[in-house]
């Protein structure tokens, strides 16, 4: 793009695009004129080979920036009334912090909302020139024969006793003679020739023929709906992220935008009023994705590994779809006839039964048919909830290349909803005491 205007002047970049190398840094060079992100993107890195990448390819054009700490509070202040707080890590909040910065150095901070739903402007926005008159004025070339008569040059060779006094024209003449000599030994060939009789009897078909063949194409246009070709591939990634993008620029270029992948950030950036770019490098206008609501006391939370609600702490957590609009507006869709599954709720709890000083309790030894109730989690404060998950914590992850690694349906785990602890005693708890 010599000569014209990228589309963003600074993008902003969090540790998923880096990591996942999508988009690469040719088409992030095509479409910019700076990269930057902060330190602790780079730190969480640890991989060897991504990180010899990184050194190699994306750092010599990267520019590493601390953000201020008006940033910082502007964020903090902000992600916490959107409820996104809990959910950021400081790496997130110092990109956001990062991206404000910049807005506010190049554009100001007048279309900022610094509170979530703000309706109108913080002020006008700066007057800028436009590109016509940022472009240096060249000035006129004087012509060889004005009103006013001879110009100022042909009137000191005539001064001077010149015979011509516009040697030029002898120039000019010279390249016609250099041409008409290179066409006077300009050869065809004879693949050449035949190339134009191709053509010739191409050009000379009959309209019916030519009606058949786009017919025939029409055809086949038809039979490719449907598929994913490099032409509709964009669409596609698109609606894989769960976000519908403009698929055009807007005329004026972007003073900063950010890449990222994960939704708080993106929730952020969008009711702030901040420029959001898919990987496909094109402006996120809407995004859909999902959150936990409490069928019992509406609480939302967005922490997705939650079990229990945060608020009533009642394991009665519900994934919900919901949006965040261009405006800053977030919304809930939720069922129309939604209807709360009771099955498995009313059981009679085993009796206790005492243990030893290691925990654990033997076989046999109480806890209902089977021993179905012994370690049976309630609440979230229970000692068998937190060692449950202490102990996934520690736990490694499994190799699938192991020798040793056995998949889920031999080992009978395939019950446990992603490894996490069970909560409760399941849907079929009446059928375990017959």
């Given at each position: 793009m010599d000569g014209l205007e990228?589309?963003?002047?600074?993008?902003?970049?969090?540790?998923?695009?880096?990591?996942?190398n999508d988009p690469s840094i040719s088409s992030l060079l095509a479409k910019s004129e700076k990269l930057v992100t902060v330190p602790s993107v780079i730190s969480e890195i640890k991989d060897q080979a991504t990180r010899s990448r990184v050194e190699a390819i994306m750092l010599p054009f990267l520019e590493i920036r601390i953000p201020s700490v008006q940033g910082v509070k502007a964020i903090t202040d902000f992600a916490r009334r959107t409820?996104?707080?809990?959910?950021?890590?400081?790496?997130?909040?110092?990109?956001?912090?990062?991206?404000?910065?910049?807005?506010?150095?190049?554009?100001?901070?007048?279309?900022?909302?610094?509170?979530?739903?703000q309706k109108k402007l913080n002020g006008s926005p700066p007057t800028r020139l436009s590109s016509a008159e940022r472009k240096p004025q060249i000035p006129p070339i004087p012509s060889d024969e004005t009103h006013e008569g001879p110009s100022i040059k042909a009137k000191n060779l005539i001064a001077e006793g010149t015979s011509e006094p516009f040697p030029q024209k002898d120039t000019d003449r010279d390249q016609m003679s250099?041409?008409?000599?290179?066409?006077?030994?300009?050869?065809?060939?004879?693949?050449?020739?035949?190339?134009?009789?191709?053509?010739?009897?191409?050009?000379?078909?009959?309209?019916?023929?030519?009606?058949?063949?786009?017919?025939?194409?029409?055809?086949?246009?038809?039979?490719?709906?449907?598929?994913?070709?490099?032409?509709?591939?964009?669409k596609y990634q698109a609606k894989d992220l769960n976000s519908s993008?403009?698929?055009?620029?807007?005329?004026?270029?972007?003073?900063?935008?950010?890449?990222?992948?994960?939704?708080?950030?993106?929730?952020?950036?969008?009711?702030?009023?901040?420029?959001?770019?898919?990987?496909?490098?094109?402006?996120?206008?809407?995004?859909?994705?999902?959150?936990?609501?409490?069928?019992?006391?509406f609480e939302k939370?967005?922490?997705?590994?939650?079990?229990?609600?945060?608020?009533?702490?009642?394991?009665?957590?519900?994934?919900?779809s919901c949006s965040t609009s261009t405006s800053g507006e977030f919304?809930?869709?939720?069922?129309?006839?939604?209807?709360?599954?009771?099955?498995?709720?009313?059981?009679?709890?085993?009796?206790?039964?005492?243990?030893?000083?290691?925990g654990k309790?033997?076989?046999?030894?109480?806890?209902?048919?089977?021993?179905?109730?012994q370690e049976l989690i309630l609440a979230e404060d229970q000692k068998e909830y937190i060692r449950a998950m202490q102990g996934q914590s520690r736990r490694k992850e499994t190799d699938l290349m192991d020798q040793d690694y056995l998949p889920s349906i031999l080992t009978g785990e395939r019950g446990r909803a992603g490894g996490r602890p069970k909560i409760g005693a399941g849907r079929n708890v009446n059928s375990k005491k017959r």
């Open positions: 990228k589309p963003v002047h600074t993008i902003v970049l969090d540790a998923g695009p880096i990591l996942k409820g996104d707080l809990a959910v950021l890590s400081k790496s997130d909040i110092a990109v956001l912090a990062l991206a404000h910065d910049i807005e506010c150095e190049r554009n100001g901070d007048w279309r900022l909302r610094k509170t979530p739903g250099v041409v008409s000599k290179n066409m006077s030994t300009l050869e065809i060939s004879t693949s050449d020739l035949q190339s134009m009789n191709i053509s010739c009897q191409e050009s000379s078909k009959p309209v019916d023929e030519v009606k058949a063949e786009s017919t025939i194409s029409e055809s086949d246009c038809s039979d490719s709906d449907g598929w994913i070709t490099p032409s509709n591939i964009k993008t403009t698929p055009t620029w807007h005329t004026a270029v972007m003073q900063v935008a950010v890449i990222t992948t994960d939704f708080a950030m993106q929730n952020v950036l969008l009711q702030m009023n901040l420029n959001l770019l898919s990987p496909s490098l094109q402006q996120v206008r809407h995004l859909r994705t999902y959150i936990l609501r409490c069928h019992a006391c939370t967005k922490d997705m590994s939650k079990q229990f609600c945060p608020r009533c702490g009642k394991p009665t957590l519900t994934r919900v919304k809930i869709h939720l069922k129309k006839n939604m209807q709360w599954n009771s099955r498995g709720d009313r059981f009679s709890i085993p009796k206790p039964v005492p243990g030893v000083a290691n309790v033997g076989t046999g030894k109480g806890g209902g048919k089977g021993g179905w109730g």
